[in-house]
């Protein structure tokens, strides 16, 4: 029997879960996939989630956790006709699964208990408890706080964004410290990025479609080579994964009674699928929710959606710059 359950040792999950074990609650952190796991991710560390570990940590990011060029300076955007918008700020280049398994081990000197290659195939109330079957067993806890990502635990089906990238050898003419993020039609059905992660060149696009994907990388791989000098030598690897489609009004799924939601699970995603930040606070927020009513139910409810506002907010705002900047997210200012 656990005080809180959480499912997913992302950043989210774990900063969730080692807040909870802080304040003196059993916590289990279960995690689908093996440990350290691998993610797919552009692994840019914004100054927003820089503050927040050194707020909570009262540390920084290990180096240990880091990929070169390790100083990120910022974001360049190009508009839908190729004007560029140039937000620059400190940041961090990281690599996923060291950057997590980092925040898993935090979690585990606070006392959390993590599982992994743990699935978790249903979470179901029962009387002032919640049952959480997993690998064919049942674990109960008064709350669970699922941080699950895109996919999600039982979703209805949802269209999401699929995301595709690859990483190469080769060179361009592009200064490395920066994430650059290209919103012209032809390019993505959502947006196409470039950014190095140790001396590789990753490349990448989204789509809401699958069947569009290669196209769209393969004319964003002519724009970078005829605009930037890009020269591909080897294709080292690919990724695949999903993202949340985020529309307005930007409707968060907090959850209900003993099952919170946080991150992208609860509809929590920057734009370019900078979900770190607001995964972290939200799982912040969510535990300590439960931490200051832990025998009032709706009075958790209630709690993490006021204290969670600001982080709606600012990605309410991130999505409206966005929209500004093209027509194809002209929709998300309106």
Known sequence: MYDVIVIGAGPCGCIAARTLSKSGL?????????????????????????????QQFGCSV????????VDNRGMIFTDDVGREYRFTSRGLNIWRDKFD??????????????RAESCVASIQE?????????????????????????????K??????????????????????????????????YD???????DMLVLGVASIEQSDIKKYYEAFEAYMRDRYGLCVSEQLRT??????????????????????KAGENAGFLNPMGEGISCGMESGYYAALAIISNFNNRQGVIEN?????????????????????MSKKFSFMYQ
């Not at 290990?62 to 060029?69: E, I, N």
């Not at 398994?101 to 993590?114: H, K, P, V």
């Not at 990724?239 to 009004?249: A, V, Y």
């Open 26 to 54: 059993k916590v289990l952190l279960l995690e689908k996939c093996k440990l350290p796991r691998y993610k797919s991710c552009s692994g840019i560390l914004i100054e927003k989630s820089m503050r927040f570990i050194e």
């Open 62 to 69: 290990p180096q240990s956790v880091t990929c070169t060029p």
């Open 126 to 154: 029962a009387e002032e408890m919640v049952e959480v079957s997993v690998n064919g067993n049942t674990e109960q806890a008064r709350y669970v706080i699922d941080c699950s990502g895109a996919v999600g635990i039982g």
């Open 239 to 260: 990724d695949k994964w999903l993202i949340r489609n985020i529309e307005p009004p930007f409707e968060i799924d907090y959850g209900e009674s003993g099952i919170l």
């Open 101 to 114: 398994y980092w925040l898993l081990s935090l979690a585990q000197e606070a006392g959390t208990e993590s």
């Open 304 to 324: 993490y959606k006021r204290n969670v506002s600001d982080v709606k907010n600012y990605m309410q705002r991130q999505w409206q710059l966005v929209g500004r």
């Open 156 to 189: 209805k089906t949802q269209r999401n964004v699929i995301t595709y990238q690859t990483y190469n050898q080769g060179k361009i003419n592009l200064d490395p410290h920066y994430f650059y993020a290209y919103l012209q039609p032809e390019l993505s059905g």
């Open 192 to 198: 196409a990025w470039f950014n190095v992660k140790d």
